[in-house]
């Protein structure tokens, strides 16, 4: 088992910047990828970017290249989501995931979810 904890979330302006962490616990974190997703009330997760476990990959979704970065320190079981340029369109509840594979862009790709911490960018 993997647990997933993620905080920095809150209220912002436009133009701001954010960073959420994920705090882990249990198994070796150093052996999963790490996945961001967001979610808006009623619709599905979508994905964010992800890292692999070592650290030394990324891959963003479309949306937020050049704005987002994500990264992780295995020392501190953590991982990182740097969000920069925040628009209001970014308001949403943002979720890591864990995975042993890495690549994954869908829900269903990982095993092990945090709670979601929610970030809304006011204009």
């Known amino acids: 088992q993997v647990q997933l904890v993620e905080s920095g979330g809150g209220l912002v302006q436009a133009g701001d910047s954010l960073r959420l962490s994920c705090a882990a616990s249990?198994?070796?974190?150093?052996?999963?990828?790490v996945a961001w997703f967001r979610q808006a009330p009623g619709n599905d997760r979508i994905f964010v970017g992800v890292?692999?476990?070592?650290?030394?990959?990324?891959s963003y979704a479309d949306s937020v290249k050049g704005r987002f970065t994500i990264t992780r320190d295995n020392a501190k079981n953590t991982a990182y989501l740097q969000m920069n340029n925040l628009k209001p369109e970014d308001t949403d509840v943002y979720y890591c995931a864990a995975d042993i594979t890495y690549g994954g862009v869908w829900e269903r790709d990982y095993q092990y979810w945090g709670q979601g911490t929610q970030v809304t960018v006011s204009a």
């Open positions: 890292i692999s476990a070592s650290g030394d990959g990324t």
């Open positions: 249990g198994r070796t974190f150093s052996r999963y990828s």
